[in-house]
């Protein structure tokens, strides 16, 4: 594998190392033509002892222009994406923007908790820039295959690397900020259901290791931060299975289907989709919101189908969205543009009030 300082290995010195000519290597790649399968054995462990992932399909492709594509990386099944409104709030925005340039857009979708599996996919694909849009905890590691090949990366906050071209919001002070709301309710006994913080991490109670981890640029431990610097001890915690309303509900029976003097009076759900789960899983236990219990949200999407209207922290998803298409924009126009943070605003709305007597 090439070292630090060393040149990025090429198809030549895969040919050279395999002892075939350039032609044959090209073929093994393409796989359009007829090559036995000892010598394709050969040219593929000249390309792993080199750390060669194979041929950049960018290289060509720029020789007439643009590749005409961005991909934009979305954690878990592209299905899932969908029915998530904040992310296809992000989605819309970013589309309505890229067609100003013009520019085509690739959405690649990864299994959750396993981000390596989308570097052998993006090795094949000509792309002018990537999206992390919404793309779990953590770093990735198609980072570095990306930024070998010089492709721009943008992110909504994660992965947090020097390389990518940010658009984050205060998640801890957002997360505090509507803590601090609650607190001046009168509300003491608050919980809250958060997204997966690690790769590793599972519904349930939140154990303490991944309390400990400190990568507040992680929207879910920003947030969690922030949870606990208003109510610093004592707080259940739940994750939920990702951000959705199923997830959303599992959390919020499982802080809520106990005995009354245990039962928080308030919670604060990482997401609007989560928060929608917990307000299910009060009503269906026999509790009123906001009379009972009080909930609030983060991301600010419509939920026409929830009776109610949650309480949130209001990110602007659509406007998120055209903010990131305008720096990829202005990348491949030549620019330089530096990382933003978004401003964001508490939205009340009717699942919050003082806590019952």
């Known amino acids: 594998m090439a070292s630090r300082g060393q040149a990025r290995p090429t198809l030549r010195t895969v040919a050279e190392r395999a002892g075939v000519s350039v032609s044959t290597?090209?073929?093994v790649f393409s796989g359009k033509g007829p090559v036995a399968t000892a010598t394709a054995e050969r040219v593929k462990q000249a390309a792993a002892e080199l750390g060669f992932a194979g041929p950049n399909p960018l290289a060509s492709s720029l020789r007439q222009g643009r590749a005409g594509a961005v991909g934009v990386l979305v954690d878990g099944r592209l299905q899932m994406a969908f029915r998530d409104p904040f992310a296809i709030a992000v989605l819309d925005g970013l589309?309505?923007?890229?067609?100003?340039?013009?520019?085509?857009?690739?959405?690649?979708?990864?299994p959750s908790g396993s981000p390596e599996s989308t570097v052998?996919?993006?090795?094949?694909?000509?792309?002018?820039?990537?999206?992390?849009s919404l793309c779990g905890p953590g770093d990735h590691p198609a980072v570095e295959h990306l930024a070998a090949r010089?492709?721009?990366?943008?992110s909504t906050g994660v992965p947090a690397d020097r390389r990518i071209t940010q658009v984050r919001v205060d998640e801890r002070g957002a997360a505090a900020e509507i803590s601090r709301y609650l607190r001046g309710l009168g509300h003491r006994r608050v919980s809250t259901v958060t997204m997966p913080m690690l790769p590793s991490s599972v519904a349930g109670p939140v154990p303490e290791a991944e309390l400990?981890?400190?990568?507040?640029?992680?929207?879910?431990?920003?947030r969690l931060l922030g949870f606990r610097d208003v109510f610093p001890g004592g707080a259940a915690l739940q994750t939920a299975d990702g951000s959705s309303v199923e997830g959303g509900i599992?959390?919020?029976r499982a802080l809520l289907d106990v005995p009354r003097a245990e039962r928080p009076t308030a919670i604060v759900a990482q997401s609007d989709v989560i928060a929608a789960g917990v307000v299910i899983a009060a009503e269906e236990l026999g509790l009123t919101v906001p009379a009972d219990l009080s909930v609030t949200g983060f991301d600010g999407v419509d939920l026409p189908w929830l009776p109610h209207r949650l309480t949130t922290m209001d990110q602007q998803g659509r406007e998120k969205g055209r903010i990131l298409g305008t720096l990829v924009r202005r990348t491949l126009a030549g620019g330089r543009p530096r990382s933003i943070t978004q401003p964001v605003r508490l939205r009340e709305g009717t699942t919050t009030a003082p806590p019952p007597d």
């Open 250 to 252: 599992a959390a919020g």
């Open 212 to 222: 400990s981890h400190r990568s507040a640029s992680v929207p879910s431990v920003g």
């Open 25 to 27: 290597a090209s073929l």
């Open 95 to 110: 589309a309505e923007e890229l067609e100003s340039i013009p520019t085509g857009m690739l959405l690649i979708g990864q």
């Open 120 to 132: 052998p996919r993006l090795a094949g694909l000509a792309l002018d820039a990537v999206v992390f």
């Open 150 to 154: 010089g492709i721009p990366m943008f």
